[in-house]
């Protein structure tokens, strides 16, 4: 059963990114938003964690988030607006939210 999972938590504030990397299923994919887009600035560990899963892991980002903390899109993120963050939550059998 795949799942979406949803972070909007800055990656510097708790361990809510790790733990959702760990957890991931094959079928899985991780959405962020809010201050979780902060995961994607250069040259930080939690950057250089989602580099080195870059190969298998399906990556998406909150466009309007990312252009709002003037961050760079890497090549292999995906970029949705708010109608792709719906079409990605009807997509995957479950939307886990880490609140």
Partial sequence: MSTLHVLSHSPFADSRLSS???LL???DAVLLCGDATYALTASTAARQTLDTQADHLKLFVLAEDLKARNLTLPHWVGSV???GFVE???H???VNTWL
């Fill in 88 to 90: 990605l939550s009807v």
């Fill in 81 to 83: 607006d708010y109608t």
């Fill in 25 to 27: 299923g094959s079928q």
């Fill in 92 to 94: 995957y059998d479950k």
């Fill in 20 to 22: 959702c990397l760990r």
